[in-house]
């Protein structure tokens, strides 16, 4: 099992579809207040995600409604950036390290997925680690992928990382 997670915005649902829809795009809406569970496989590895909408302390209660079974079966996590939202990069770190440190206790790995890195004021991978002080992270594996969900470029290699 696997949580996908991050701001609104980011990207989350359209990472999510174009896992599996590789043939079409596929125009979402916000996921305000709801979760949309997904099945995506990949080689020999089938991913059951949480995709949870919404932003800060409603998205976790959210998540706690739901129950701690998603956290106590969670495999790993993917936690969706804006690369291109840079005035709410401080909000992602925030977000990030109560995700980690309050719901998400162990050692499951996180994939941080620095979307929308087509976009001109896009930070770079390097910038997202140091920002989000990934760094700090202790007793668990963490990589960084850039990315372009539309398109595509970057999901494969990520969700290799993962699986």
């Avoid at 990472?15 to 079409?24: D, G, K, T, V």
């Amino acid at each position: 099992r696997i949580i996908v997670s991050g701001l609104d915005a980011a990207g989350k649902t359209t990472l999510l579809y174009q896992c599996f829809e590789s043939n079409r795009i596929v125009t979402t809406i916000p996921t305000i207040g709801s979760l949309i569970l997904e099945t995506v496989s990949h080689n020999e590895t089938t991913f059951t995600s949480f995709d949870v909408g919404g932003s800060g302390s409603t998205r976790m209660l959210r998540m706690l409604k739901f129950g701690y079974k998603i956290f106590d079966d969670c495999c790993g996590v993917i936690w969706v950036v804006d690369s291109n939202d840079r005035e709410r990069i401080p909000e992602v770190k925030e977000e990030l390290w109560s995700f980690l440190n309050e719901w998400l206790p162990g050692t499951a790995p996180i994939l941080v997925v620095a979307n929308k890195q087509d976009l001109p004021n896009s930070m770079s991978v390097g910038d997202i680690k140091r920002e989000l002080r990934l760094h700090e992270i202790k007793g668990r594996l963490w990589h960084v992928q850039g990315t372009r969900a539309l398109p595509r470029d970057g999901l494969v290699e990520g969700l290799e990382w993962l699986s």
